[in-house]
């Protein structure tokens, strides 16, 4: 592999999309010394706040685009739906990492499922659907209950259906206006994991422990992670007082990690990724198996809580990757666990910020988002403590307190 020059202190870094991951990049560039350029189409957006240079225009702006990749010396993303033109122009004048062909791969969730099963990787069941005939055969060969998602521009729950009877399939297609999409089978999980990897041009390779991921309404709201004097697995007892939540959602175990870390790393090394990754993994009831769920091409929402917790945070990660830098340390150093933020707690007034930093070892960070509306991230809050139980309640009392009583 020819593995170009490392890109130093001093230069400037250049970053498709403007909202928060973009944000929390650019402050972790900053701090080793780099200059930071967003590309958005909106003029007032997180990243655009605190970037060094702001040029704000269409992705399909083919003049800005080139102007944009001129300026800096190496481009990433921040969200994956940048359109597959804008990084072909980019790419003519500066590296773009993770590359066009991750993205092209991991933009299309069919795509997606197809080089997963290529890789020998485990996923969900699936049928594509592109037609009538198509709808018929996939509630017939994968049946119900499924899951239909447009193959294109989903996330948070946007853009996918739960069919749970043959009858309700053509309701559910015609709801996603009868584009591509792919029909899968419903998974009877324990928990939802992610795990974070970074890959080096010289294809060093780095893998966070697992994330334990409960989402509400489809939008991810607490991560907890693990210790490395905790463990993965090390808090499976649960006692009369424990919560639903953590019943619900246990930690991983030491086997999971293994396992997900290998996953994770033939994927990186699959897509030849240069950057940073996150693999999202449902970890099945009946047998413990661990399927793909997803790849963003990306730093994501779980995260968040790095920043305070490990050694080297996935912004700071995602930085040294796509520089050619040594990767840094993923193993977290404390127990930590994150809440997102959204607009409800907005809804009666500006949330009670002292009550819930008063409340043990809390972190604040907020998006600079001027308008809060349900279900828009606004910021979040971590929680840093000896076991990763006691994280995730400390968190979620944190959290709790910011609507003034």
Known sequence: MCVSQPILPGATLGIFGGGQLGRMFALAAFQLGYKVHVF????????????????????HDCAAVTRFSQSV?????????????????????????????????????????????????????????KSKADLEIARTEVGTPAVLKTCRSGYDGKGQVVVRSPEEAAKAWHSLGEVAAVWEAMVDYQCELSVLVARSAGGDVACYPPITNHHVNHILDISTLP??????????????????????????????ESTSAKIARTIAEQLDLVGLACIEFFLTREDDQLLVNEIAPRTHNSGHLTIEACVCSQ?????????????????????????????????????????ALAEGDIHLHLYGKKES????KMGHLTALAQTPAAARKQVCTARAKLLKA
């Not at 639903?244 to 959602?249: I, V, Y």
Request: hydrophobic share 35%; net charge negative; aromatic share 6%.
């Open 40 to 59: 958005s189409p909106q003029q007032d957006c997180p990243a655009g706040e605190v970037a060094t240079l702001h040029t704000v225009a269409d992705y």
């Open 73 to 129: 010396d190496v481009i990433t993303l921040e969200f994956e739906n940048v359109p597959a033109e804008a990084l072909e122009t980019a790419a003519r004048f500066s590296p773009v990492r993770p590359s066009g062909r991750v993205l092209h791969i991991t933009q299309d969730r069919l795509r997606e499922k197809h080089f997963l099963q290529q890789s020998g990787i485990a996923c969900t069941r699936f049928a594509p659907v």
């Open 227 to 256: 210790s490395k004097e905790t463990g993965p697995g090390k808090e499976s007892e649960f006692t009369e007082a424990t919560s639903d939540l953590e019943k619900n959602h246990p930690f991983a175990t030491a086997a999971c």
């Open 315 to 355: 912004f700071e990660q995602q930085v040294r990757a796509i520089c050619g830098l040594p990767l840094g340390c993923p193993i977290p150093q404390s127990s930590a666990a994150m809440a997102n933020l959204l607009g409800e707690r907005w809804s009666a007034g500006v949330p009670d910020w002292q009550a």
């Open 373 to 376: 509306r349900p279900g828009r």
